[in-house]
């Protein structure tokens, strides 16, 4: 006899049996046990959860002549011919294959047949969401009145996709992942009827990887059987191709360190490991979750599919790393999951970690973000005291008495701060020089390389709520004047490298007082160098 697949052999004959979904059992059970079904149903979520199984019982159990408490029998004749596949009043229909408005125009000519030996006609017409919008229109008209004698059974894993016109008229039904501990009593209770013996640690890494699906769960356990009668942690990760927790921990650490020689040399290791790309990305993700929810998260009740060893390792990995680090990561790898579908694996999952070990080659606002916070916690600021005219509704440039207004407030995505009462500012204040002028011009080469050209050699310094700029070329002055827009680029700028919006004003010092000053002649030496 041809063996038979794990997930077929215990496949569930009755609603009893159908693991961590009751919540639909029972209902399905009392509304067969009442004689109170519909004319169509829709079962819907993710894969492995019971859908099929549960609308194969279903079928079975409206055609029962002996049913017990809304379960069918399995004794009579019914029920026999509907466990070996003989009943010709069952139909199955793959949607994927069977997709077209030929196929539903087919289906609906027989269903005006009456049943040959059962009580129903049913039709389980699986992934229904792959059906076309004509085929959809042609089911639709059946759906809505269909002879007393037949029953449909939708299920699929994306619902979103049916119209809203096909799911008016289902009973709808949404199974849910099912429970990591209900996965493990099944695994363990299978494992005990086959001769295995399956660690707990071991049974908890299969239903992780199984993602809330029992049918996954008992195909990763079909394989670690055939490997070996004692299965372990290093069983199931040698099957499934994983990396393996110690590897995912000394990986984030390298990241976390930004060494990016050992974590691409770690990288061509489990590579040459034939460990998949694409899962080590995805357990890469769940790692960082894991993270994520550890620092976020208090208590000991903490949403992780994990052993007490995994668990205690997260915790102290966790306790050095920053949560900005932590949402960087899975942001970054979530854009690697896409690209990976379509490029080379080995590849892309290198650029990844190579754009989280260093930060400076990604230009989206999150990685800036990210540099900033380093640069405040690491970074000394450079302070220097100016003799300086108060801030007024006009600001005077430098060398010259024209007169050029503040800026206008700015656009709704950069909004102003709501400044307190002005207080009178003193004569004698004190500036802080911006040590990211640098970067902040380099943006501007990007958003308007006009500007940037013309603030090559300038400085910058901030003062409460102003970004005042000293800029030696002249053309800054007629630039600025003319054209707010070079005014907007320069503050979004700003913005982008410095996380927070500021008023634009001249810096304007007394030549006198910063010679007299040594810290500020040494600050005015700081001007000519050049700042990345």
Same mark, same amino acid.
């Given at each position: 006899m041809?063996?038979?697949?794990?997930?077929?052999?215990?496949?569930?004959?009755?609603?009893?049996?159908?693991?961590?979904?009751?919540?639909?059992?029972?209902?399905?059970?009392n509304?067969?046990?009442?004689?109170?079904?519909?004319?169509?149903?829709? +079962?819907?979520?993710?894969r492995?959860?019971?859908?099929?199984?549960?609308?194969?019982?279903l079928?079975?159990?409206?055609n029962?002549?002996e049913?017990?408490d809304?379960?069918?029998?399995?004794?009579?004749?019914?029920?026999?011919?509907?466990?070996?596949?003989?009943n010709?009043?069952?139909?199955?229909?793959?949607?994927?294959? &069977?997709?077209?408005v030929?196929?539903i125009?087919?289906?609906?000519?027989?269903?005006?047949?009456?049943?040959?030996?059962?009580?129903?006609?049913?039709?389980?017409?699986d992934?229904?969401?792959?059906?076309?919008?004509?085929?959809?229109n042609?089911?639709?008209?059946?759906?809505?009145?269909p002879?007393?004698?037949?029953?449909?059974?939708?299920?699929?894993?994306?619902?979103?996709?049916?119209?809203?016109?096909?799911?008016s008229?289902?009973?709808?039904?949404d199974?849910?992942?099912?429970?990591?501990?209900?996965i493990?009593?099944r695994?363990?209770?299978?494992?005990k009827?086959?001769?295995l013996?399956?660690?707990?640690s071991?049974a908890?890494?299969?239903?992780?990887?199984a993602?809330?699906g029992?049918?996954?769960?008992? /195909?990763?356990?079909?394989?670690?059987?055939?490997?070996a009668? &004692?299965?372990?942690?290093?069983?199931?990760?040698?099957v499934?191709?994983?990396?393996?927790?110690?590897?995912?921990?000394?990986?984030?650490? +390298?990241?976390?360190?930004?060494?990016?020689?050992n974590?691409?040399l770690?990288?061509?290791r489990?590579? &040459?490991s034939?460990v998949?790309?694409?899962?080590?990305?995805?357990?890469l993700?769940?790692?960082?979750?894991?993270?994520?929810?550890?620092?976020?998260?208090?208590?000991?009740?903490?949403?992780i599919?994990?052993?007490?060893t995994?668990?205690?390792?997260l915790?102290t990995?966790a306790?050095?790393?920053?949560?900005?680090?932590?949402m960087?990561?899975?942001?970054?790898?979530q854009?690697?999951t896409?690209?990976?579908?379509?490029?080379?694996?080995?590849c892309?999952?290198?650029m990844?970690?190579v754009?989280?070990?260093?930060?400076?080659l990604?230009v989206?606002?999150?990685?800036l973000?990210?540099r900033i916070?380093?640069?405040e916690?690491g970074?000394?600021?450079?302070?220097?005291?100016?003799?300086?005219?108060?801030?007024?509704?006009?600001?005077?440039?430098?060398?010259?008495?024209?007169?050029?207004?503040?800026?206008?407030e700015?656009?709704?995505?950069?909004?102003?701060?709501?400044?307190?009462?002005?207080?009178?500012?003193?004569?004698?204040?004190?500036?802080?020089?911006?040590?990211?002028?640098?970067?902040?011009?380099?943006?501007?080469?990007n958003?308007?390389?006009l500007?940037?050209?013309?603030?090559g050699?300038?400085?910058?310094?901030?003062?409460g709520?102003?970004?005042?700029?000293?800029?030696? &070329?002249?053309?800054?002055?007629?630039?600025?004047?003319?054209?707010?827009?070079?005014?907007?680029?320069?503050?979004?700028?700003?913005?982008?490298?410095?996380?927070?919006?500021?008023?634009?004003?001249?810096?304007?010092?007394e030549?006198? /007082?910063?010679?007299?000053?040594?810290?500020?002649?040494?600050?005015?030496?700081?001007?000519?160098?050049?700042?990345n």
């Open positions: 041809a063996y038979q697949a794990l997930y077929r052999k215990y496949r569930p004959k009755t609603f009893s049996e159908v693991y961590g979904q009751e919540h639909i059992t029972e209902t399905l059970k509304e067969i046990a009442s004689s109170t079904t519909v004319h169509a149903y829709l +079962f819907t979520g993710t492995g959860t019971g859908k099929t199984s549960c609308a194969k019982i079928a079975n159990a409206v029962c002549t049913s017990k809304g379960n069918p029998c399995l004794n009579c004749e019914s029920c026999k011919s509907a466990l070996s596949g003989e010709t009043d069952i139909v199955e229909i793959d949607a994927a294959s &069977n997709n077209s030929e196929d125009r087919i289906l609906r000519e027989r269903i005006n047949f009456a049943p040959a030996v059962s009580k129903y006609r049913v039709y389980i017409i992934e229904v969401h792959m059906l076309s919008i004509s085929a959809f042609a089911l639709l008209k059946t759906l809505e009145e002879p007393e004698h037949v029953i449909f059974i939708l299920a699929t894993t994306e619902v979103h996709k049916l119209p809203a016109t096909i799911l008229r289902c009973q709808r039904f199974f849910r992942r099912i429970d990591t501990q209900k493990c009593e695994l363990q209770f299978i494992a009827a086959e001769g013996t399956l660690t707990d071991a908890t890494l299969i239903a992780a990887a993602d809330g029992m049918r996954d769960a008992l /195909s990763i356990l079909d394989l670690c059987a055939s490997a009668k &004692n299965i372990d942690e290093g069983t199931v990760e040698s499934c191709a994983m990396a393996g927790n110690d590897y995912l921990i000394e990986l984030t650490d +390298f990241i976390k360190r930004k060494d990016t020689e974590a691409l770690m990288l061509d489990l590579h &040459n034939s998949d790309m694409l899962r080590l990305l995805s357990e993700i769940s790692h960082y979750r894991d993270l994520m929810i550890i620092k976020t998260v208090n208590g000991d009740r903490l949403p599919i994990c052993s007490n995994r668990l205690k390792a915790k990995q306790a050095d790393y920053d949560i900005k680090d932590i960087f990561a899975l942001g970054r790898l854009s690697a896409a690209a990976m579908q379509s490029g080379n694996r080995r892309e999952m290198e990844a970690v754009k989280l070990c260093t930060p400076s990604s989206d606002l999150e990685a973000e990210r916070s380093a640069l916690s970074a000394k600021t450079v302070t220097v005291k100016a003799e300086c005219e108060p801030i007024k509704e006009t600001a005077v440039i430098p060398d010259t008495d024209e007169e050029i207004p503040l800026p206008p700015p656009d709704a995505d950069y909004p102003e701060p709501v400044p307190e009462k002005p207080k009178a500012a003193p004569f004698t204040e004190e500036l802080t020089k911006v040590d990211d002028w640098g970067e902040i011009v380099s943006v501007l080469k958003t308007c390389p500007i940037a050209g013309v603030l050699d300038s400085t910058a310094y901030i003062k709520e102003y970004l005042l700029i000293d800029a030696k &070329n002249s053309q800054f002055r007629t630039l600025i004047k003319t054209n707010t827009m070079y005014k907007d680029s320069i503050r979004k700028a700003a913005f982008d490298v410095l996380g927070q919006t500021y008023k634009l004003g001249p810096y304007s010092a030549k006198q /007082s910063i010679a007299q000053d040594p810290l500020l002649s040494l600050a005015d030496k700081l001007k000519n160098l050049d700042i």
